[in-house]
């Protein structure tokens, strides 16, 4: 049984770790990476890096490989590439989960601003405040390029490229990160607004924790919505389940009749 795994994200390589470890026997597994971070963290197995060429392209390499489940582990906002998945799968004939981790939830004390975009974000920003965490990852940055009276500390794996913040300063990192680290970075840079995405997990979630004992407003931007029908695992170990049911032909699985 194939397996290919869109991944990217943390879920996506511990599932690829449980898989090489022969949680389910007699898989293979290939995990596909955009290419878009200079120094990914591999996973086990076989992966491929770049892009399948849209939805048509991927449905051809399902079946050029003999792909038997396809699981989309990629970010929560990664919506073009989740799109793209599901016709690809459909198209295709192969099975499809995505596999998302549970987003953030506020609780009592959180000064949250929920927004459809980012750009609804950089609207919303100049009544919030002056000084700005933004931890929306370098992508889409060009949305708070105007705001010239404000502030930024943007924090990114890599160096994002032009349109950027006119008075900005980088922070390149990488998470998980600590709850004492972060109030420290909320301190030393006098932020007075934080703006995230959803991305949920708990790698990036002490910042939340922080601006809530700092009394600070943050700006959440909403996930885009999952494409309609597509089996939803919250974590590797439902995914894991649900490769196993797959592979003997279960439900929605295929079991090796692509062989």
Not at 71 to 79: K, L, Y
Not at 109 to 115: A, L, P, Q, S, Y
Not at 218 to 231: C, D, E, M, S, T
Not at 234 to 255: C, D, F, S, T, V
């Amino acid at each position: 049984m194939h397996v290919l795994i869109l991944g990217g994200t943390t879920e996506a390589r511990r599932l690829a770790e449980l898989l090489a470890a022969d949680a389910v026997p007699g898989i293979r597994v290939t995990t596909s990476l955009a290419g878009r971070v200079a120094a990914p963290r591999l996973p086990p197995g076989e992966v491929r890096v770049g892009g399948f060429g849209g939805a048509e392209g991927l449905a051809a390499w399902l079946d050029e490989q003999g792909v038997d489940a396809l699981v989309d582990a990629t970010h929560p906002f990664a919506g073009t590439i989740s799109l793209n998945a599901a016709k690809a799968a459909a198209d295709a004939r192969v099975p499809l989960l995505a596999l998302r981790r549970p987003g953030w939830v506020p609780v009592a004390g959180d000064v949250w601003h929920e927004t459809g975009s980012l750009a609804e974000a950089a609207e919303l920003l100049p009544s919030l405040g002056r000084r700005v965490f933004l931890t929306t990852g370098r992508m889409g940055l060009a949305a708070f390029a105007a705001l010239d009276d404000l502030w930024f500390l943007v924090r990114s794996v890599d160096a994002p490229e032009a349109p950027v913040p006119s008075r900005m300063e980088l922070l390149l990192d990488r998470g998980p990160f600590t709850l004492d680290g972060e109030r420290e970075l909320l301190r030393r840079h006098r932020i007075d607004v934080v703006v995230t995405k959803d991305s949920g997990g708990a790698a990036t979630a002490p910042k939340l924790t922080a601006a809530r004992a700092a009394g600070l407003p943050v700006v959440v931007v909403r996930r885009p919505p999952l494409p309609a029908g597509v089996r939803v695992a919250a974590g590797p170990e439902q995914a894991l389940e649900w490769l196993g049911n797959a592979g003997r032909g279960g439900p929605n699985g295929k079991g090796s009749s692509r062989r």
